[in-house]
């Protein structure tokens, strides 16, 4: 009897165990967190030289080994030099100006994704500098940090939005 109550013990200690490590496996999240004011004013401070055209100062907030999706023609991320060229060649065509924008800072822990983000919303409307003719681009932008850089971007644009802005139709196949 001693050594099945023993064994009892035992199971339940391993059951604790295992009860509390898989409780630290969760993913963890916090809105609060030490590099969040850093995170948001790198993000604002990127936004802020877009609409202003300054390149040199958006790749200024960026990790020289920084990661960016979403700006590309196909699934392939942008480097930091593609990324300065695919804006230098924005900005000599279009102005920026980024409205209804909002920072929510957010810090993940236990997740493929853990690391420091701040995630933005906005509208950028672009304003042909030849034409004047006004696309608006309804855009979100998750941002992870690091230190004081920003070492992985994804865009997320209305691409049809931005289509239709520049005379393109949807044309749906015929039945």
Not at 14 to 37: C, G, I, P, R
Not at 71 to 100: C, M, V, W
């Amino acid at each position: 009897m001693k050594s099945f109550n023993t064994s009892i013990v035992f199971i339940f200690m391993f059951l604790l165990v295992l009860t509390v490590n898989a409780q630290d496996d969760k993913v963890k999240t916090s809105l609060e967190f030490q590099n969040s004011e850093t995170a948001t004013r790198l993000v604002k401070n990127y936004i802020a030289a877009l609409q202003n055209g300054d390149v040199d100062a958006m790749t200024s907030q960026l990790h020289e080994k920084v990661v960016i999706y979403g700006l590309g023609r196909d699934a392939e991320p942008l480097n930091i030099t593609q990324h300065k060229d695919f804006f230098i060649n924005s900005t000599k065509q279009y102005t920026h100006t980024i409205g209804g924008d909002l920072y929510v800072p957010l810090k993940i822990e236990n997740s493929s994704n853990a690391g420091e983000w701040l995630l933005s919303w906005g509208n950028n409307t672009i304003t042909d500098k030849e034409t004047g003719k006004q696309i608006q681009i309804p855009f979100h932008m998750s941002a992870r940090v690091d230190g004081d850089k920003i070492v992985w971007m994804r865009y997320f644009v209305d691409l049809l939005n931005i289509a239709e802005g520049q005379g393109f139709t949807l044309t749906p196949p015929k039945k």
